[in-house]
């Protein structure tokens, strides 16, 4: 004995025999027509720091020398927001930033951002 989902299962394939792909491709061709593109998903980026030719778009910066030039007079810290990830005897610092962090001191009133001086007792 047959259930009553069986029943109408071969029923319905008997009346509508579909193609799957068939109508996935019909599908595609709609919204291709009506200009609507499925992009497929994009790979989520779960990296905190990046160089500085990624990290001043992700700041929200115009240009990576206003990233450098915010290290450089101690608005972004070395150590903190920043870290320098150069090579075994090379001058030349290479940043990373923490993008997160980044943020958080940008949004930070400047009068807030100096350094606390530490209490002499």
């Known amino acids: ?13 008997k009346v509508l025999p579909i193609d799957i792909e068939l109508t996935k491709e019909a599908v ?3 919204l291709d027509e009506r ?3 499925q992009t497929p998903p994009q ?7 990046y160089d500085t030719t990624e990290a001043y778009e992700l700041v929200g910066l115009k240009t990576s020398d206003q990233l450098r030039k915010l290290t450089r007079d101690g608005t972004l810290r ?14 030349k610092p290479h940043y990373q930033f923490h993008i997160e962090r980044c943020k958080e001191r940008l949004q930070t009133l400047p009068a807030k951002r100096t350094a ?3 209490s002499v007792a």
């Open 1 to 13: 004995m047959t259930t009553l989902h069986q029943e109408m299962s071969a029923n319905l394939s």
């Open 28 to 30: 595609r061709q709609v």
């Open 35 to 37: 200009g609507i593109h």
């Open 43 to 49: 790979p989520i980026d779960r990296r905190e720091w």
């Open 78 to 91: 070395v150590g903190i927001e920043v870290r320098d990830r150069r090579l075994t005897n090379r001058q």
């Open 116 to 118: 606390k001086k530490k």
